[in-house]
């Protein structure tokens, strides 16, 4: 930058920094600046006007409140270690039959010695005379009831009711096809009559016919003259 251009940057300056406004347009500035001012200060205060000394905007750690991660993962464990242990079994008291086992068997055994052998012992007896469940014939009491699902009663029930709609549409189709054929019966003589009054091909033929022997007799008139 040259030394002239450098006076004159400086001279401007300082003509800048002692200019002044006019005297309306200075109280105005003040007044102005004084009002913003007057304003910051009255949204400051009216934010601040519930604060006191106590107000610290600070988080308040609780040191009471759990730390529930640590406890789930404690309590994971626990159910862990549950799963793993084998509950003992628990003695409980029961009924022994055998001596009216015993009993039974001993008059049985007495039965038998009173009635005379026929040459086979009285296990082969009691084999002979108790056949197996399997050489047995199957027996209603020996199956489980059969049961049906409510599913299965409504899908055949939904069924049911289809094949009754269906078969009910069809004979409603029929009857109307019957309907139709009588109706179509009963009214054909009627509309044949009324065809036949107002058909007057007929007429127009006899008068073509007419107008052609006219025309021919017209013509052997001619002729002749």
Not at 30 to 59: D, I, V
Not at 63 to 70: G, K, V
């Given at each position: ?28 500035g ?12 009255n ?7 519930f604060m ?13 409140i759990?730390?529930?991660?640590e ?13 793993r ?8 008291p ?5 001596a ?11 039965r ?8 086979r ?11 197996p ?6 027996t ?19 069924v ?13 189709d029929?009857?109307q ?6 109706r179509?019966?009963m ?7 009324k065809?036949?009054a ?11 016919k007419k ?15």
């Amino acid at each position: 930058m040259s030394t002239g251009r450098f006076e004159c940057e400086c001279a401007r300056k300082k003509c800048l920094l002692a200019s002044r406004l006019p005297p309306n347009m200075e109280s105005r500035g003040e007044l102005y600046t004084l009002g913003q001012f007057r304003s910051k200060l009255n949204r400051e205060g009216n934010k601040n006007a519930f604060m006191t000394k106590e107000h610290k905007f600070r988080p308040q750690i609780n040191p009471d409140i759990p730390e529930f991660d640590e406890l789930h993962r404690q309590f994971e464990k626990e159910m862990r270690d549950k799963k793993r242990e084998l509950e003992p079994t628990v003695a409980e008291p029961f009924n022994l039959r055998t001596a009216h086992v015993s009993a039974a068997r001993k008059a049985r055994s007495s039965r038998s010695q009173e009635v005379p052998d026929t040459g086979r012992t009285s296990r082969e007896r009691s084999a002979s005379r108790e056949r197996p469940s399997s050489a047995r014939p199957p027996t209603p009491h020996d199956t489980l009831p059969f049961g049906i699902t409510e599913s299965t009663r409504l899908r055949e029930s939904t069924v049911r009711k289809s094949l009754e709609q269906r078969v009910a549409s069809e004979q409603d189709d029929i009857k109307q096809e019957q309907r139709r054929r009588r109706r179509q019966k009963m009214l054909k003589p009627e509309v044949t009559r009324k065809v036949m009054a107002n058909d007057h091909s007929g007429q127009l033929k006899k008068l073509q016919k007419k107008k052609c022997k006219i025309s021919s007799m017209v013509l052997q008139y001619n002729d002749f003259l």
